[in-house]
């Protein structure tokens, strides 16, 4: 067939248009199931918002020793957290894994030996979240099973 490229997906080939072909746009399925407000725990919080391009924003807080007065009274109170965008195409199979310097969210192949990484992976109505321990100050994790509020 002139004027057809062939892509093979698998078992499946799909003829597609020159034109199609040099689209860098990425099909992504619906992201709704993301959006919200996540807990974790009494000190463990992540937003996701609809984002840029399709994507989803994200904001991440976590602290430790602000649910104990003691700690909380002398100001002894850890806290960690990522923000920034993520493309709609790092999200596959409802897992997404990301790279926070602080100041962006960046691909983890870009990520530094101190950046904090973040796994999320939204199973039914829980979000699971691991991370690399690189989040925030001693004890500050993120990593546990949270619930939309």
Do not use: H
Not at 12 to 28: E, G, N, R
Not at 29 to 53: C, H, Y
Not at 92 to 108: K, L, R, Y
Request: charged letters at 15%.
């Amino acid at each position: 067939m002139q004027g057809r490229i062939w892509i093979a997906l698998g078992l499946l080939a799909v003829a597609v248009s020159p034109a199609m072909a040099k689209d860098k746009t990425t099909i992504v399925g619906d992201l709704s199931g993301w959006i919200g407000t996540w807990t974790g725990g009494p000190e463990q919080e992540i937003t996701i918002t609809s984002g840029a391009n399709g994507g989803l924003a994200v904001e991440g807080y976590a602290t430790y020793g602000a649910e104990d007065s003691e700690s909380a009274a002398m100001g002894a109170i850890n806290v960690g957290g990522f923000a920034g965008n993520i493309p709609a195409d790092w999200i596959e199979d409802n897992n997404v894994t990301i790279a926070s310097t602080g100041d962006e969210i960046i691909p983890t192949s870009e990520a530094g030996q101190y950046d904090c990484w973040v796994d999320m992976t939204l199973n039914g109505e829980v979000l699971e979240v691991d991370d690399n321990g690189q989040c925030g100050g001693l004890n500050v994790s993120f990593i546990g099973t949270y619930k939309r509020q």
